[in-house]
């Protein structure tokens, strides 16, 4: 009896029995119904959500769509074919782009038209008399004709019942014709209306007339980099979100493409021409440069937009998809060892234009400005075209590289002045190199008239470093700055104002271009000015002027890093397309190791050049008595006509010295510099007795 006893308690399950047998709470009223729906509700959302009950979705709305669209596309066809409506359309284009002369045309073809159809109708109301006369005459000739033709054979059988043969020929004819629409009939009545669904479901899918979610995979948002066609432009400007400009398209219908001059092959992309109606104005499209770039399925990088010389108009370049992500080939400077240059007549090979021609740059009395963000190349397109020069033996070179990475060394025996590091020191060589370059600047201009001089290059890569140097001399005068007292500042703009009549030209590179390391007044002395990517509108405008900035230059839109050594620039020594301001250059890339190879080639043009690195305290020379020799018989000189003398006479010595180092070495001697007329000189008397006291001083050691 205890083995049917039912236990009034359980101990709980240990955890094996846990694992092999749950018991289920208990069920609230109700509550399995609610289960069921929810798990119907989840099932039919699964269904609904199915990847395969989405494509049978979008299948059976695709084919829907392309009979509609067919349809569509059908009747306006015969709509255009049977009105005027298709020269209506191309009448309110023509007025709209403003093309009178065009509108005039459509509306002499609309009234044609019209008088042509007006004809037809009215041919229409005299159309059933002329069909029972012709009729009427038709069948009396053609009864007459089977009566001949049945006497004949009546006449050739001698059997009389032949006459009416023919007639009797035509009759069982119609009867059979008769037969045959009977028993056609019934199936094209039924098919007819399937086969013209057919047709226009095969117009449609061939226009792709479905939404673009409902199209196929392989059609559907794989039209980046798609061929650039009327349609496709139109289309873009349309949806560029200009009311004027929507407003006048859809008035042109399907016509809008009259906007629209040749699509051209250009390089590695296409050029087209947009003439924009009556009140859209160039910069409204020039500000939307991202989303019609989007528009036409291309990256930004990959539409230009420029403004050409006809009025309200713009021109589209539209480059191929990824082509101006592929480098371009090597320069012809590491391609061609035989190549030379010239500085008056020849061009630098800087590289390619967007549309893959070669864009070669004169450099014939042209200072130079190009400017960029930091590592985008701008040292790199500078030293291109010094490499190519340094070819032309005649020119000389004088390089202040004020990051001293090296980038220049392979112009060590080739240039007579080669400054290298980033500090005060440097820049006050450089500043004194540019000093220099004025000076002698100012003896070609005192030259008798008809003189020629060899091209001289003074050369500052970084130059943002000396017009940011707080250094100042011993007058308290700035080396940097942008005031008059500047010295680089003052140099540069004196060799910009004369430099160019005597061959004596200033080549600067910078970066990052502000009111504080590139003044106004010397960024707009530069003949030639070109600039790499930017960060902003104004340093674009600030790199190239407002005028080139205003005409389509965007600097500020390159891609800093992926469009290293692109340039855009501005320059009357470079072949610039008609109308615009500027033009784009993608530049060669030659690296250190290359540049090596072309310097040599060059170095080995000439009869042998040394170059002035550095000040060399310790070089020994009679510097007393060579300033004395340079001051010759005059009573005074100034200190930088004493600093450049010394140059000239030993350049290894004096060629990197500094006023500071005249100073220093004329401390002590009683014949320091002083100031007459407001400038530093060297006296000649003070100097022979400074000589003199120097003799005694050494004979007095003798006899001790």
């Known amino acids: 009896m205890t083995d049917n006893v039912v236990p009034l308690f359980k101990a709980p399950p240990t955890a094996i029995e846990s694992t092999e047998e749950t018991i289920p709470a208990p069920t609230p009223e109700g509550a399995a119904p609610v289960r069921v729906w929810k798990r119907t509700g989840r099932a039919m959302a699964d269904a609904v959500t199915h990847e395969r009950t989405k494509a049978a979705g979008r299948f059976a709305f695709r084919h829907t769509s392309y009979v509609v669209g067919g349809t569509r596309i059908v009747a306006r066809r015969a709509w255009d074919g049977r009105t005027g409506a298709r020269y209506e359309r191309m009448l309110r284009a023509a007025e709209a782009a403003g093309n009178y002369e065009a509108a005039g045309d459509w509306e002499e073809r609309l009234h044609r038209f019209r008088a042509d159809r007006h004809k037809r109708r009215m041919d229409l109301l005299t159309a059933p008399e002329r069909i029972v006369k012709g009729a009427a005459v038709g069948t009396a000739g053609g009864v007459g004709l089977l009566i001949a033709i049945g006497i004949a054979l009546a006449v050739a059988n001698e059997d009389v019942t032949d006459v009416v043969t023919p007639l009797m020929a035509l009759v069982e004819l119609i009867r059979l014709l008769v037969v045959i629409v009977q028993v056609v009939w019934g199936p094209l009545v039924a098919l007819g209306p399937w086969l013209a669904l057919a047709g226009l479901w095969a117009v449609g899918r061939h226009r792709n007339a479905a939404p673009n979610w409902a199209l196929p995979a392989s059609k559907r948002g794989d039209d980046a980099g798609a061929p650039i066609t009327p349609s496709i432009v139109v289309t873009a400007l349309r949806d560029l979100g200009i009311a004027p400009l929507r407003a006048a398209i859809k008035e042109m219908g399907d016509a809008g493409a009259a906007m629209l001059g040749p699509i051209r092959i250009a390089g590695c992309g296409v050029e087209v021409d947009v003439t924009l109606p009556s009140g859209v104005s160039t910069d409204q499209v020039q500000g939307r440069r991202r989303k019609l770039a989007e528009n036409l399925n291309r990256h930004e990088h990959e539409v230009f937009i420029t403004i050409p010389q006809a009025a309200r108009t713009v021109r589209l370049w539209i480059a191929d998809s990824g082509a101006l992500d592929e480098p371009i080939g090597p320069s012809p400077l590491v391609t061609d060892p035989d190549l030379r240059a010239n500085y008056k007549t020849g061009r630098a090979p800087w590289g390619q234009d967007l549309r893959g021609d070669a864009a070669a740059l004169s450099l014939y009395q042209r200072h130079m400005l190009v400017t960029g963000l930091s590592n985008q190349g701008k040292t790199a397109a500078v030293r291109a075209l010094a490499l190519w020069l340094a070819l032309d033996p005649t020119v000389e070179f ?240 100034l200190t ?49 007795r400074a000589l003199a006291n120097r003799g005694n001083e050494d004979s007095a050691s003798a006899a001790q």
């Open 398 to 637: 004088r390089v202040a590289d004020l990051k001293g990475a090296g980038d220049w060394a392979m112009f060590d025996g080739l240039a007579t002045v080669l400054i290298q590091g980033p500090t005060d020191e440097h820049v006050i060589q450089a500043t004194e190199m540019v000093e220099s370059g004025v000076s002698e600047m100012e003896r070609r201009l005192t030259a008798p008239p008809g003189t020629t001089f060899p091209p001289l290059i003074i050369l500052v890569d970084e130059a943002q470093v000396a017009f940011m140097c707080p250094a100042v001399d011993e007058e308290k005068r700035p080396y940097g700055g942008s005031k008059a007292t500047s010295r680089y500042f003052m140099a540069a703009r004196k060799i910009h104002n004369q430099g160019r009549a005597v061959n004596v030209l200033l080549w600067q590179g910078t970066q990052d271009p502000t009111d504080q390391n590139l003044p106004k007044l010397v960024r707009e002395g530069a003949h030639t000015r070109a600039s790499l990517a930017l960060g902003t509108d104004s340093q674009a405008r600030m790199a190239l002027g407002d005028k080139a900035v205003d005409g389509g230059a965007a600097p500020h839109l390159l891609r800093p890093g992926l469009d290293k050594g692109t340039l855009v620039v501005a320059s009357d020594g470079i072949e610039i397309p008609a109308g615009q301001a500027s033009i784009t250059v993608r530049t060669h890339y030659i690296d250190t190791d290359q540049a090596t190879e072309i310097a040599d080639r060059a170095k080995a043009l000439r009869d042998g050049v040394t170059t002035v690195h550095v000040i060399d305290t310790g070089e020994p020379v009679d510097s007393l008595a060579d300033i004395a020799s340079v001051i010759g018989d005059a009573p005074r000189l």
């Open 640 to 688: 930088q006509d004493v600093l450049r003398r010394l140059a000239a006479l030993n350049a290894d010595a004096y060629g990197g010295w500094s006023f500071v180092d005249l100073k220093r070495v004329l401390d002590g001697t009683g014949a320091e510099p002083y100031k007459s007329d407001g400038r530093m000189v060297v006296g000649r008397d003070r100097i022979a």
